[in-house]
């Protein structure tokens, strides 16, 4: 039996998690304060672009979204809505307490009613640690090995992939950490498995590089199980102006096509418009065909094939920083949590040729100007608010179609890597979302990920997989 690593055993965070979820629960403007000031000391304000934050130490081992970087590089977003970004007038404020929104001026029905958040029962989830290691450090995604050991491959923001048995026993599975600038936002962010990896041995990492720093796209062959990091083809480059908001899920959709998440190039607010342009590979979510040697293909059917100066590579666009985005494995749709800059987490559903209003709109509400159009614009699933009860960068996870928590069947789970409070919002209704666990202190949540018994997997930033426990029910076995 190789079942003991996805039995649940409850493990308290260490340390330095609670420390650093700590320090990033803090009101906004105080821990963008000390991050900037240990990553100015540590890195140099002025030098900005390109350096990586290996060197930084404590706090400032930054979460894959913007507290740190957004205090060093961002541009002060025009005061929209009466907001300043001070999360000070936010604190006590629930995503579900729209009227005590600062946000309330732009009116509720613009906002929509998936803020007016209904609890499910905080805590009656919780988290059970099923693996981790001291090695994985920052870890940032798990993916099922598809050559039926039922194994796990794990992938560390340094640069390296690490095969993980159902003992939970980790081996090395791949290195490309010589190649891969990383530290806060950049790394190696994202693995996807070839669909036909039984019969082609072909793996995909989606990775940030130094010289200039940039978005890498690449596939490698693997053999005798592990990763051959000398058989590199790279498939796409994509040069990064800022170094937050790389994006960094790749993953095979049902159509047996690539899909990358690129963010808008970072600093703040999309200084440069990348979110609404269709002529960059910035703030989308590309698709493109794999499945021939050599390179890759535009899917004839990629909604902006024929656009006149558009890249034919994107499949939905205006997005900020799309932080994870998974395929429901029952119906095939495509769910991405997209960063908000100030306000406004997402979760969205991603339709091809989809709008998702970045920097238009941050959430609901209208960012680069007070007055703006939702013309056109597919609005969120679901949001909720910057402040202790949100939190400040959400991560997407996955559509349960787990066995272990049947009444979670067909939600699409998410979390916050500040707050890490847990949601689940229902993908076959339109009602609010709901909170699952709540600002759990096991550790700042990185991603998600499933387990080969399709339970989804929450990782979190001091290399410890957790999966969600329903507290009755684990009390219940003896
Ligand atoms: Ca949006």
Redesign the pocket.
């Known amino acids: 039996m190789r079942s003991s690593l996805w039995a649940c055993t409850p493990r308290k965070a260490g340390r330095s998690g609670r420390l650093r979820a700590a320090l990033f629960t803090l009101s906004r403007p105080i821990a963008d304060r000390l991050l900037a000031l240990v990553l100015a000391i540590a890195a140099g304000a002025a030098a900005g672009a390109c350096g990586s934050d290996d060197g930084v130490a404590g706090p400032a081992a930054m979460p894959p979204e913007k507290p740190a970087s957004s205090a060093i590089l961002d541009e002060s977003p025009p005061a929209t809505n009466g907001s300043t970004g001070d999360s000070s007038d936010r604190d006590g404020t629930d995503p579900g307490s729209a009227a005590a929104s600062p946000q309330s001026d732009v009116g509720a029905a613009e906002n929509g009613p998936e803020i007016m958040e209904a609890a499910l029962i905080p805590g009656e989830y919780d988290f059970g640690f099923i693996l981790g290691s001291d090695a994985l450090g920052f870890v940032l995604g798990m993916e099922v090995l598809p050559d039926g050991s039922g194994d796990v491959v794990l992938v560390a923001r340094e640069g390296r992939l690490w095969r993980a048995d159902a003992d939970g026993a980790m081996h090395l599975y791949g290195d490309i950490s010589e190649r891969v600038l990383s530290g806060g936002e950049q790394g190696l962010l994202g693995l996807a498995f070839s669909p036909t990896f039984a019969s082609d041995g072909l793996a995909y990492l989606h990775y940030t590089a130094p010289g200039p720093a940039r978005t890498v796209i690449s596939r490698f062959r693997t053999a005798d199980g592990g990763l051959n990091a000398g058989s590199e083809e790279v498939l796409l480059q994509v040069e990064q102006p800022f170094p937050n908001h790389n994006g960094g899920q790749i993953a095979f959709g049902p159509d047996g096509l690539l899909y990358i998440a690129l963010g808008d190039g970072g600093a703040g607010g999309d200084p440069l418009g990348h979110g609404q342009d269709l002529g960059t590979l910035l703030g989308a979510v590309l698709r493109i065909d794999v499945s021939e040697p050599g390179g890759y293909r535009i899917p004839a059917d990629n909604p902006f094939v024929g656009v006149e100066e558009a890249r034919p590579e994107i499949y939905a666009y205006?997005?900020?920083n799309p932080w994870r985005f998974s395929f429901d494995s029952e119906t095939g749709k495509l769910w991405a949590a997209?960063v908000g800059q100030d306000e406004w987490e997402?979760v969205?559903t991603i339709v091809a040729g989809g709008n998702?209003?970045?920097n238009t709109?941050?959430?609901f509400a209208c960012f680069a100007s007070a007055a703006c159009s939702r013309d056109g614009?597919?609005?969120?699933r679901a949001v909720y608010a910057h402040g202790p009860l949100g939190g400040c960068s959400i991560t997407g996870g996955y559509v349960y179609r787990g066995a272990a928590l049947p009444e979670l069947d067909g939600w699409y789970v998410y979390g916050d890597f500040c707050s890490s409070r847990v949601w689940a919002v229902d993908a076959t209704s339109d009602g609010p979302p709901v909170v699952l666990a709540d600002a759990h202190p096991a550790g700042s949540i990185t991603s998600f990920g499933l387990t080969p018994a399709g339970e989804v997997a929450v990782l979190t930033m001091d290399g410890a997989i957790f999966t969600l426990t329903q507290l009755e029910r684990a009390a219940a076995v003896p």
């Open positions: 205006g997005l900020r997209d997402e969205n998702y209003g970045w709109l941050e959430g614009l597919q609005p969120p």
